[in-house]
């Protein structure tokens, strides 16, 4: 264990890097008390096809009400899925089609689908069902609970005195992973077009579940 309590934000099937923090924690606590922000992982997670990099993005209602403001200007902890858009069949048949030949995905599908099939109407809900359910498959025993809901600031003193290390900025879609940097832990692992595109990192840690199975809790503990 490296870290003691760890504070990420809500993501969508979240990378490799968000598992890694996870993985090496005494305790996570995920923000429920931030505003919503676009183009991050909370509502988007990278996969690998067979044409490259694909990004798979769980719309959002824009308003919650009439008269409220939009997505953005809203906390994350009141942001419904749009169940209007067919988000769910496109996101099932790119995985299919990403991972079907993959080692263990038929092993680890149901349980996946059965979290996204739930009609869970609340992003925070889901994201963080989804979260449970693949730390359960890989092995992780963190303990990961919500956090009380009282904001506070990245950087922060009350996080230094409260021994919180702070992931919610750092590990985004534009930004490179320095956590995996910083404990070396890019290696590459099999891939499905690794022989057509080399190794590609810090995809959606359900790239390193269905081609690594039971040999992920290792990779993301390898330190």
């Known amino acids: 264990m490296i870290f003691g309590t ?3 934000s809500t ?3 979240p990378p490799i890097e968000y598992f890694v923090a996870i993985a090496n924690s005494g305790r996570v606590e995920i923000e429920c008390g931030e505003m919503y922000q676009k183009q991050s992982y909370r509502t988007r997670c990278h996969i690998n096809g067979a044409n490259g990099l694909l990004v798979l993005t769980l719309p959002v209602l824009r308003s919650v009400a009439k008269g409220e403001e939009s997505s953005h200007k809203i906390p994350v902890a009141q942001l419904k899925i749009d169940y209007s858009k067919p988000w769910l069949l496109q996101h099932k048949r790119a995985l299919e089609a990403a991972y079907m030949s993959s080692p263990f995905f038929e092993y680890y599908m149901d349980d996946l689908y059965a979290v996204l099939d739930s009609g ?3 992003l925070l809900a889901m994201n963080t069902r989804l ?3 693949i730390s359960e498959l890989i092995g992780i025993q963190t303990p990961i609970v919500m956090s009380d809901g009282n904001f506070i600031a990245p950087g922060s003193d009350l996080l ?3 021994g919180i290390s702070d992931f919610r900025d750092s ?4 930004k490179p992973a320095l956590l995996m940097e910083r404990l070396k832990m890019n290696k590459p692992y099999w891939q499905v077009f690794t022989n057509k595109q ?10 390193l579940l269905f081609n690594e199975g039971p040999n992920a809790i290792s990779y993301l503990e390898s330190l």
């Open 198 to 207: 080399g190794f590609v990192p810090n995809l959606s840690v359900l790239d």
């Open 160 to 162: 230094q005195e409260r």
């Open 131 to 133: 979260v449970h359910t």
């Open 120 to 122: 869970e109407e609340s």
């Open 6 to 8: 760890s504070l990420l």
């Open 11 to 13: 993501a969508y099937l």
């Open 171 to 174: 590990i985004h879609p534009k």
